[in-house]
Nanobody, 121 residues
Framework: QVQLVESGGGLVQAGGSLRLSCAVS????????MGWYRQAPGKQRELVAQ???????NYADSVKARFTISRDNAKNTVYLEMNSLEPEDTAVYYC???????????????WGQGTQVTVSS
């Protein structure tokens, strides 16, 4: 069984920093893109940042220059370093991984359980 295990959320004041981690547990054949999404109350889930297996990176415009995504392929882990946090960043953050469990299966999306990030003004 494959699970995405997230950690690092919490409460922080505006201007502060947090670091999220997400580790893929269980045996997998390969992991393609990994990323972070967020969903604020009453809003749709949106992409925050994504990183491909080759290191290509994509950020939402609202977080560029403040957030940094990285991954450790040896540990099957993706990180999100969040700096200069704003109250508008308050949301549940979800880890996502597009992966193949076996060589003979197609890749599909897996999701973490979500971690709350709250930024107070």
């Amino acid at each position: 069984q494959v699970q995405l295990v997230e950690s690092g959320g919490g409460l922080v004041q505006a201007g502060g920093s947090l670091r999220l981690s997400c580790a893929v547990s269980g045996s997998v054949f390969s992991i393609n893109a990994m990323g972070w999404y967020r969903q604020a109350p009453g809003k749709q889930r949106e992409l925050v940042a994504q990183i491909t297996s080759g290191g290509g990176i994509n950020y939402a415009d609202s977080v560029k220059a403040r957030f940094t995504i990285s991954r450790d392929n040896a540990k099957n882990t993706v990180y999100l370093e969040m700096n200069s946090l704003e109250p508008e960043d308050t949301a549940v953050y979800y880890c996502n991984a597009d992966l193949r469990r076996f060589s003979f299966t197609a890749s599909r999306d897996y999701w973490g359980q979500g971690t709350q990030v709250t930024v107070s003004s």
